[in-house]
């Protein structure tokens, strides 16, 4: 593409319904795996319009990097499954490509500001804490380490002891008691939870992946 | 003594066809916090929801939603209670409880809390309003909650919900006293209903007033004309787009439900006008809408299940009716004689029609209520348009609209850009056999 005639129509530009801006993508484009050095000067020398204009091969590789960064951040807040322990420490597993770890553990802060939060990440090994202050940083350790280490140093919360009970069917029960057999759209379904989805770390063992499987008991055949 | 996991079983069972958003709330950051800023809340509501679990139908399951309990004195011909034979009550504290669990889970975003009419509604809601008050007061969330207003309720509970809940909704069922009364002999439409959803509407009023007085003493001279003005549109169309900034209470309205397919004769031009009246009368934020299931042991068990489709056709109408702000006299025109909505998309039907007396839509000169009406441009793209309509912008190619978000395969047929427009395959045969017709003469 001319890059001067781009600059001269606006109309690429104004209105559209796609597309990141700069200075969007300079913040946020570090955060992909893939990043690299060049990547961002050649966005910061490339004009607005270009970077708008997802007809452009730069703006088309840019902006799906940038998708690929917000959806892992949305789905591990989504579907990352969470336990809070007596001593108000929330922890749970993620599996994150991307450096978007302060992004979730701040989903996490917001809901819950008097408790420390530890979220493992299984594919950089680290694990990610926020402290009630918002403070974050990333320790090369289990996460059970980190867990114990935290709460040794902190007090039984009566708050969190209160909620201190058996967890593991509370959910698949509401779950299932929720299920209209009549309605059932595996399509709609799968287009909600997408089958990559069932990789990570919540939702491997997750209620929704059993309910919706297509073995089928063979007693559902005599029915 | 049945243990909490049957009760949600049972109870979460007896509740799942009343239908919710996941997480209607319109508290975000912007706006101020529901108790204050202080660190001892829990909770946080995104503006656009966050669904953490979807059930195999591909529904949103996102809020604790079960009945309070299933006991009734109420005997409603399509309900879920009048079949089951157990019954059972959740304890306010076990109830907030387990919602505080589920929470810490990261498995449910809010409370959606509905329940049977045990002795009378006012005792049953006290119930609920007291697991609301564990939720607030002593669990300290501040998340989103749903309160069903059971009908019949008094005044005053009505007010302590409304200060407690981001969302209330009074299930209408049925579009007249007549179809409400053939389906549910004992509930009293215009009583139970229809008064209860004004009573909202003027607390709401109310409240914004004081609001008003507040901002009033603090001298925020901008703000107090923009809300005045706001207060004044609103007045005069009803609710549409406006947006409580500053009120505390029930940002997310009121909504309600019917149940289609459920009264014999109830047609959805009947469902069509009751909304309509609602969103106009009473600022009814959504109205919802569950296609009747026959249930084992109720009254209507043997009675025809109501097409899903029925229901997906007054969704979108609803959606052309709420957002696009159609009139009602223009879904009256693609309906068919018996009064439904007839097979395929609504806005489809009205521009086909509609367009077959009016001229096709250029979007370099048209207005936004023509370009809305348009398949495939929305409220969104049709801005873009007249944005660049007034920016001296022109289309001159077809792909260029694809760049504002127009779907342009279904709008393709009712634009004209340059003076021409899509041949369809109708007027193609027509030509050819003119010209047979011409030739052979």
Redesign the interface.
């Known amino acids: 593409m001319n890059n001067r005639n781009s600059c001269k129509d606006?109309?690429?530009v104004?209105?559209?319904?796609?597309g990141y801006s700069q200075k969007e993508l300079i913040k946020n484009l570090p955060r992909h795996y893939k990043y690299n050095s060049n990547l961002l000067n050649q966005i910061k020398n490339t004009p607005e319009v270009i970077l708008r204009n997802l007809g452009s091969p730069i703006a088309k590789k840019v902006d799906k990097m940038l998708k690929e960064i917000f959806a892992e951040a949305?789905r591990a807040?989504?579907?990352?499954?969470?336990?809070?322990n007596n001593k108000s420490v929330?922890f749970?597993v993620v599996l994150l490509k991307h450096k978007v770890m302060d992004l979730v553990l701040d989903y996490?802060h917001?809901?819950?500001?008097?408790c420390i939060i530890c979220l493992y990440n299984e594919h950089t090994q680290l694990t990610g804490i926020i402290n009630?202050k918002g403070i974050t940083q990333e320790i090369k350790q289990s996460l059970k380490e980190v867990v114990k280490k935290i709460s040794r140093k902190r007090q039984i919360s009566p708050?969190f002891e209160?909620?201190q009970?058996s967890?593991d069917?509370?959910?698949e029960?509401?779950?299932?008691?929720?299920?209209?057999k009549?309605?059932?759209?595996?399509?709609?379904?799968n287009?909600?939870?997408p089958k990559h989805c069932f990789k990570l770390p919540?939702m491997r063992k997750?209620v929704?992946k059993r309910?919706?499987s297509k073995n089928k008991k063979i007693e559902e055949y005599f029915k | 003594m049945p243990s909490?996991?049957e009760k949600?079983?049972?109870?979460?069972?007896n509740s799942?066809?009343d239908i919710c958003a996941s997480t209607a709330s319109s508290r975000s950051n912007k706006y101020p916090k529901l108790f204050g800023a202080s660190?001892?809340?829990?909770?946080?509501t995104a503006s656009a929801g966050?669904?953490?679990?979807?059930?195999?139908?591909?529904?949103?399951?996102s809020l604790?939603?079960?009945l309070f309990t299933n006991k009734c004195i109420y005997s409603c011909k399509y309900c879920f209670t009048q079949g089951c034979k157990q019954k059972l009550s959740f304890t306010p504290e076990e109830y907030a409880?387990?919602f505080?669990?589920?929470y810490?889970?990261?498995?449910v975003e809010g409370v959606f809390i509905t329940s049977g009419v045990c002795r009378s509604a006012d005792d049953t809601t006290e119930d609920m309003l007291e697991a609301v008050r564990l939720l607030r007061f002593k669990?300290?969330f501040q998340?989103y909650i749903h309160f069903k207003c059971l009908p019949g309720l008094s005044q005053h509970l009505l007010k302590e919900a409304i200060s407690l809940s981001d969302r209330i909704s009074v299930n209408s069922e049925a579009s007249t006293t007549d179809f409400l009364s053939e389906i549910a002999e004992q509930k009293d439409y215009k009583n139970d209903i229809i008064t209860r959803q004004r009573w909202l509407k003027a607390i709401r009023i109310k409240h914004n007033e004081e609001v008003l007085k507040k901002m009033k003493d603090q001298k925020r001279d901008n703000e107090l004309e923009y809300q005045e003005k706001k207060i004044i549109e609103h007045r005069k169309n009803g609710y549409k787009k406006f947006r409580w900034d500053d009120a505390p209470i029930l940002n997310s309205g009121q909504t309600t439900q019917f149940v289609v397919g459920a009264a014999e004769e109830e047609t959805d031009w009947d469902l069509l006008k009751r909304i309509d009246w609602q969103y106009k009368a009473v600022d009814m934020r959504r109205a919802y809408f569950s296609a009747f299931?026959p249930l084992e042991g109720t009254p209507l068990a043997k009675k025809k299940?109501a097409p899903?489709e029925r229901e997906h056709r007054l969704y979108q109408s609803d959606w052309l009716l709420r957002i696009y702000h159609y009139k009602l006299k223009d879904l009256k025109d693609i309906l068919t004689d018996e009064g439904n909505l007839p097979f395929g998309d609504p806005k489809v039907h009205f521009a086909r029609e509609y367009f077959k007396e009016h001229s096709l839509v250029d979007p370099n000169e048209t207005t936004y209520q023509e370009l809305i009406r348009v398949p495939g441009i929305g409220p969104?793209?049709a801005k873009?348009?007249i944005?660049?309509q007034n920016?001296n912008?022109k289309f001159t190619r077809r792909e260029?609209l694809k760049?504002?978000?127009v779907v342009l395969k279904r709008a393709d047929p009712f634009l004209k850009i340059n003076g021409k427009n899509q041949t369809t395959l109708q007027k193609f045969f027509i030509t050819n056999e003119n010209n047979i017709f011409q030739e052979s003469v």
């Not at chain 2, 660190?39 to 946080?44: H, R, V």
């Open positions: 606006p109309m690429e104004l209105g559209r319904s796609k949305y807040k989504q579907f990352t499954r969470t336990e809070i929330l749970g996490f917001k809901r819950w500001p008097q009630e708050y209160d909620i009970f967890n069917e509370i959910f029960t509401l779950y299932q008691s929720q299920n209209i009549e309605r059932k759209n595996t399509r709609y379904f287009s909600m939870i919540g997750g929704e309910f919706t | 909490t996991l949600i079983r049972i109870l979460g069972a799942k066809y660190k001892k809340w829990i909770g946080a966050i669904c953490h679990s979807y059930t195999p139908d591909g529904r949103c399951m604790f939603k079960t409880r387990t505080m669990k589920l810490s889970m990261n498995v669990y300290n998340g299931i299940a899903l969104i793209s873009r348009i944005n660049l920016q912008y260029q760049s504002v978000g």
